[in-house]
């Protein structure tokens, strides 16, 4: 039971973590566009140097961040999920709707990151990039995997909790 609380706590370390460096982002991003040193900060989106934005490349940064967004409300979620298991809360309501938004978070992530920048490159570079590779932690099929596995997880949670309330009103 001392991994639960080890987990739980690099859940919230990486949250922590992951706040702090979408703020210096943030305010790089600020810094750059109001400075208009842009070309200067060595930022990139897919393999495209971002040496100005226009509405294309602002729409897409719109949709990374709000699957990067997404991303973050999933592993808040799996905070809370960990914080429902160590409290023994298994079978409630409240952990298949924690499951569920953990799962319905992935998928949308899983899409609302890559997409748009694997759109951006292409009508930017007018060349469409196909990278074949192994299935790996950053590829969209994988995050899209666990996204399904956590909303087939809230489905079997969903059932226990009734197979329990009905055990627990059978004399």
Same mark, same amino acid.
């Given at each position: ?6 987990? &739980? ?6 949250? #922590? ?13 600020? @810094?750059?566009?109001?400075?208009? !040193? ?8 897919? +393999?495209? &140097? =971002?040496?100005? =934005? +226009?509405?294309?490349? /602002? %729409? ?10 997404? /991303?973050?409300?999933? =592993?808040?979620?799996? *905070?809370?999920? %960990? ?6 809360? /298994?079978? $409630? +309501?409240?952990? %298949? &709707?924690?499951? $569920?938004?953990?799962?319905? $978070? ?13 759109? @951006?490159?292409?009508?930017?570079? !007018?060349?469409?990039?196909? *990278? ?8 969209? #099929?994988?995050?899209?995997? =666990? ?6 997880? $809230?489905? #079997? /949670? ?5 197979? &329990? ?7």
């Amino acid at each position: 039971m001392n991994t639960i609380h080890q987990l &739980k706590s690099i859940l919230t370390a990486m949250i #922590v973590f992951s706040l702090v460096i979408i703020g210096i982002m943030i305010l790089s991003l600020c @810094y750059g566009l109001i400075t208009g !040193n842009l070309s200067r900060m060595n930022m990139e989106i897919g +393999d495209s &140097k =971002i040496d100005s =934005i +226009d509405v294309g490349l /602002f %729409v897409v940064i719109l949709f990374v961040v709000l699957g990067y967004a997404f /991303f973050m409300y999933a =592993i808040y979620q799996l *905070k809370n999920l %960990v914080s429902l298991f160590i409290a023994r809360n /298994f079978f $409630s +309501d409240r952990s %298949v &709707k924690t499951l $569920s938004a953990i799962g319905s $978070s992935l998928l949308l992530s899983s899409f609302l990151i890559p997409l748009p920048l694997y759109l @951006y490159t292409v009508f930017s570079t !007018n060349n469409i990039p196909i *990278k074949l590779g192994a299935l790996n932690p950053e590829s969209t #099929v994988f995050s899209f995997i =666990i996204a399904l596995f956590f909303l087939i997880l $809230s489905a #079997v /949670f969903k059932e226990a909790q009734t197979l &329990k309330e009905e055990n627990e009103l059978t004399i």
